[in-house]
């Protein structure tokens, strides 16, 4: 008897935009953008790089995007904003996360299974993620499960959720506050938050936020400004 033929893989989610900040990634950008899963939308945004990124990004296929106002939120909403697939998703655009990660999240989505999945970052070894940014990224953890409930291990930039719902969380932080403020937001909405573990390598280049004690401090102070927000029917009465 002739044996069956293997499966065929399940056929990728369809209509996805993938958001990708990028400020000097020109050595990073050829593998993350070859980890785009077939079909999907790549958008670049630009946040004054100088060493040519747009440029490559173009050649690549991505579509590019430019944010004149530094800053690691102003990047990531400029592309939502630009983005027209129903699901949107986040990713850094330095090589330490792969993507390609993202099918599954989308899935997620789609099944109804959650409203937003996260990225738990894994290091894949020593060095990978700086003791001061783990530390500073574990507090404000301990902090959002006080002020939210959500019991999650990390702010991570690998993301998924639908564009029309993340519109109505009325996102305003412009900073390195971007991603808890989305978090925040959605649990005061409702949603369903899911997170799963995802390898975290070693990132192309020397990173903008979280490099340095500097970066590190003016992220956990970023994010710590949007802890100190009220909740959302708060802010409507007021």
């Known amino acids: 008897m002739t044996p069956l033929p293997p499966p065929l893989p399940p056929a990728l989610p369809p209509d996805v935009d993938v958001v990708l900040p990028c400020l000097d990634e020109a050595e990073a950008l050829p593998w993350v953008l070859r980890r785009i ?19 490559i990004a173009r050649a690549l296929g991505a579509t590019v995007l430019h944010e004149p106002r530094r800053g690691f939120g102003a990047a990531c909403h400029t592309g939502l904003m630009a983005a027209t697939a129903d699901i949107v998703c986040f990713c850094d655009c330095d090589a330490s996360l792969d993507p390609a990660l993202l099918v599954p999240f989308v899935r997620e989505i ?34 959002l499960r006080r002020r939210s409930g959500l019991r999650l291990h990390d702010l991570g930039p690998l993301r998924a959720a639908r564009r029309a719902d993340l519109l109505a969380l009325g996102l305003t932080d412009r900073r390195s506050g971007y991603p808890l403020q989305m978090v925040v937001r959605a ?13 975290y390598l070693p990132r192309s280049g020397a990173s903008k936020v979280t490099g340095t004690w500097r970066g590190t401090w003016q992220a956990v102070r970023d994010m710590s400004r949007v802890l100190a927000e009220p909740p959302a029917t708060e802010r409507a009465v007021r």
């Open 110 to 143: 789609l099944a109804g299974e959650a409203d937003l999945v996260l990225g738990r970052r894994r290091p894949v070894r020593r060095g990978t993620w700086p003791a001061h940014a783990r530390a500073g990224n574990l507090a404000l953890t301990r902090l």
């Open 187 to 199: 649990a005061d909405a409702g949603w369903r938050v899911s997170e799963h573990d995802v390898p």
């Open 37 to 55: 899963p077939p079909g999907w939308r790549a958008l670049v945004v630009d946040n004054g790089s100088t060493d040519g990124s747009p440029h």
